[in-house]
Every structure is written in C-alpha cells, then in structure tokens.
C-alpha cells in the first residue's frame, strides 16, 4: 500500500487548496513543504518584534471572485477577511487624489467632481468592459480549452457595429486603451499602473485584457486576511488536517519518483522516501523538472520564459503612521497607485530593458495596518512598497552591491508622495529579484513564475500540452500554482481547477 493517495510538492496557496479539496473528497493527502512555513509568497511573520510582515502577496483580490474560500469553509478554520473601501487610492504627488471605491457609482460621480467628464468615461468602460471581464473569470475556473480565446473575443465584441471595434481593442496594448477612454493622464495612468501588475508593459500588444479586468475589482472587492495573508494558508493547512491529511514542513523535495511510466512517490533531501498513487507540484515549473528524471522533461519544459526578475519590494515598519502631502488618511486604507505620469512607467521599463534598475519607479503602497491593528504597534504601521521594474540579472555589477542603492530609489520615490516617512523606519525588509529567488524559490524572482504573456496563458501554460494541470507523458503527474492557467497572483483557481481533474481521476465520485 502507498503511503499516500496524493502527494503535493509545495505549500503555496494553490497546492495548498489542491490538497484541501483532495482531502475533503477523501483521498490519503501528504504535503511536503521546503521553508519552515506554509504558504509560499502568501505567508507572514514578525519579522521585526511588534510587527507582522507579508513575505509576498498581500491584497487578495482574484481569490474573492472565486468560491474557493466557501467551499473549503475556511473561516471555520481561522480565515477572517477584513474589507477594504476605498479598494484604490490614485495619487500623482501634486494634485488631488482620487480613489476607486467599492461603488462604482461613487467612483464616477467622484472623478466627475474631480475631473469633469472623466466619471462618464468611467461608466462607459464598465458598461463595455464588465461582460468581458466576467466571461474572463469564468475561464479562469475551469480546465483551459484550444477554444478559450475565441469565446473571450466573442464576449468582448458583442454585436452590432461595435463588435469589430471592440475586438481590436482586446488585440491592442492595455496603455493605448486607457488613453482611449481616459483624457485626463492623472486616471488613465493609475489604471494602467494597476494592470502593469501582470507584468508586461502598456505597450505590448495583446496586453489589453489586464486593463479590461477592472470591472471585478468592484464586484469582489479587496481584502485581507485578520493578521496577514498567511491568514488564507494557514487556515488551509488546518482544513487539510482536519479532512485527514498531513502536512509537513522543512521537507523539501529532491526527486519525485517514477515507476512504469507514473508517478509514484517523492524521496526528500533527507533521503526518506514516501510513495503514492499520484504526485501533484504546486512548485515553480522548473523545480518541478529538475525533480523529475531527464527522459521525462521535454525540450518545452526546458524553453518555458521566466523572464528576467519583474518587481521589487520594500517592507517597512515604521514608529509613526503614513503621511501622505494631500493629508487624506483613506490614502492608508486602499492599494496606493503612486504613479507621477505614464512615462515615468514606460521609462522604468526602458531601464528594466538596459539590465538597470529604475531610479524613479511609481509604486503600490500598502500600509494594511489601517485596517488590522495586529499588524504593528498602536500608532505605528507596517508599509509595503512594491515598484517596477528590477531585473534579477543586471547589466552591471550585482545585487550584493547595488542591493542599497535600488532600496534607496523606493524610499526617495516615495516621499515624493508622502514625505517624512525614511525618518520614521525602524525596520525594513528588502526583497530583491535575486532575495525572491533564494528565499521564495521563485527562479529569477519572477513572482508570476512564468512571464503572463499571450504566448503563455491559457492551454499555452506552462506550454502547448501541459495546460491541463497533467505533466504530459508521465501519468498520474499533475501539475497546479503559478506556473499553470491562469497565471499568478492570489486566486486559488489553479489549485481549484487541478483539483477537480485530479478527484475526478483517482476516485469513482468525482468532482462534487
């Protein structure tokens, strides 16, 4: 008899939610885990005494849109979300800010005061845009097919006259699309700043869709977890126990064992040996393949494009609260898109392009403990900086050297928007592309794992043949996380989408 029905290799949230659902239709479930914690990039630790600090995602967003949370009854097992309105906070650092409320009509009727026609353009976006977005998030919860992009188009041009109209659109770069819609740079940029967080830039091609997911962020809203985004992980890991699996931690895999052509167990680097009926990885796609013996990874695996690092981040904790210079405290509240104007963006990316990191980045600000006191002490704050774009491999020297001077770049970026804040620091954190490599095992420091192009979303992800969640040519492989569909960030549907074939193969049940 094996050990397990199911081994999953890696505790990230996604095979973290693979192994609750697999444990909760009644499969024998073994999770193996490298760090000494759960959780992956959604995990948290007091890093500083008194302050709690995210060691990657932090603002969960894509997962509400889902039924994962529910389904799995995680607020049974300590998960409490606290909601966040406003969900954004626009700032340039000169004028007014604006910000994206939960209501949408409060939003447009906000940046009509502001902006006088901007909040009528706002509602015509969403009136076009929200039947796209939704049709996206349905393909995102489910098993991608060789016809997902066709239905997508469909839904995006609707009928009528403006159906060719609206395909072009979803074809062209996401920045050209904004400015469309938006006169007024000081809305169009933030946006486009929002939808930079995938990764490509306003000006590629086929990048429209990361703009035109806007609509859900009002239908989901935007939360976090009482005491960190390791709230979600955690409570998945007791939920895992209590359906009856195991999970185990500073048990990192070495090679996932194979018999007869299947997957059949994992041996650790500590030599102990666990055997299975099947093995699922929620690690990066390359682990994964250096896991498995050479005649089982194809040349595709091998050609799959990480990218060259993506985002930096600085964790602050400071003795004071945030001050931002237009003196509104909802600024701490929602994600901050600090953003001066849309070529500072594009001329971060330039530099990104040269191997050097950029000197003037717009950033996300997130000073949660507005929201949740458990984060810092009272009248202090924990400040989560992330800024675009850094390169994990640098046209000179290297990330030893330059580690203060990219950090620097943040902080003076930063009191552009809210000055006063470098004298408040008391402890920091700086996760560079090359720290997210060696401590997050994210190779390359590309926090999406893999890069969220065209060419690498959909059935195309991790690569034509492997979109199914199955590592193909070896059975009872299956493959979850951000290296499958639909990509990074806090979502869970990967991990809910794999577990659904998974359930469906190894019991007589099925998906219920």
Request: net charge neutral.
């Amino acid at each position: 008899m094996p050990d397990y029905d199911l081994i999953v290799m890696g505790a990230g949230h996604n095979a973290l939610i693979t192994a609750a659902y697999a444990a909760r239709a009644g499969l024998k479930v073994g999770v193996f885990e490298r760090r000494h914690m759960v959780g992956g990039a959604v995990s948290t630790e007091e890093l500083v005494p008194g302050y709690r600090f995210d060691y990657g995602g932090s603002a969960h967003i894509l997962i509400r849109l889902t039924p994962v949370v529910r389904e799995l009854e995680l607020s049974r097992f300590g998960l409490h979300y606290l909601e966040l309105d406003p969900l954004f906070h626009a700032y340039d650092g000169e004028g007014q800010p604006w910000y994206v409320w939960r209501d949408p009509e409060r939003t447009a009727a906000e940046l009509d005061t502001l902006f006088p026609g901007q909040g009528e353009a706002y509602r015509r976006f969403l009136r076009d845009w929200t039947p796209f977005a939704e049709a996206v998030s349905d393909l995102f919860m489910q098993s991608p097919g060789p016809l997902e992009l066709g239905r997508m188009g469909m839904k995006a041009t609707g009928k009528g006259q403006n159906a060719a109209r609206n395909l072009a659109r979803i074809l062209r770069p996401y920045g050209e699309v904004a400015r469309e819609y938006f006169s007024e740079e000081r809305v169009s940029a933030p946006l486009s700043w929002m939808a930079a967080q995938s990764g490509p830039p306003p000006s590629d091609p086929l990048s429209a869709p990361f703009l035109l997911w806007h609509p859900l962020y009002h239908k989901g809203g935007v939360a976090r977890p009482k005491g960190g985004s390791g709230g979600l992980t955690k409570a998945l890991a007791r939920a895992i126990e209590a359906y009856g699996g195991e999970v185990h931690v500073n048990a990192p895999v070495q090679d996932i064992l194979v018999e007869g052509g299947r997957a059949a167990g994992v041996r650790l680097e500590s030599g102990e040996v666990y055997t299975a009926r099947a093995v699922a990885s929620g690690a990066h796609i390359n682990w994964t393949a250096k896991a498995l013996p050479a005649e089982y990874v194809p040349q595709a695996a091998r050609d799959v494009r990480v990218g060259n690092g993506f985002g930096l981040i600085l964790r602050l904790a400071l003795d004071g609260q945030v001050q931002y210079r237009h003196g509104q405290d909802e600024g701490r509240t929602g994600l901050g898109l600090l953003i001066k104007d849309e070529r500072q963006l594009m001329k971060g990316y330039g530099e990104y392009l040269a191997g050097e990191p950029t000197r003037d980045p717009p950033i996300i600000a997130m000073s949660f403990s507005a929201v949740d006191d458990s984060l810092a002490p009272p009248g202090s704050d924990v400040l989560w900086l992330w800024a675009q774009y850094y390169p994990y491999e640098l046209a000179q020297g290297n990330w030893t050297e330059r580690t203060a001077e990219a950090r620097d770049s943040v902080l003076n970026a930063f009191e552009h928007y809210a000055p006063g804040t470098r004298e408040r620091i008391v402890g920091e954190l700086v996760q560079t592309p090359e720290w997210l490599a060696q401590h997050l095992h994210l190779p390359r420091g590309n926090v999406m794992h893999l890069e969220m192009t065209m060419d690498q979303m959909f059935s195309l992800r991790p690569w034509l043949g492997a979109g199914m969640y199955r590592w193909p040519g070896l059975k009872n492989m299956y493959l979850t996380g951000a290296s499958t569909h639909p990509g990074g960030g806090i979502m869970g549907a990967s991990g809910r989408n794999a577990a659904r074939v998974i359930v469906a193969e190894l019991t007589r049940r099925g998906w219920r």
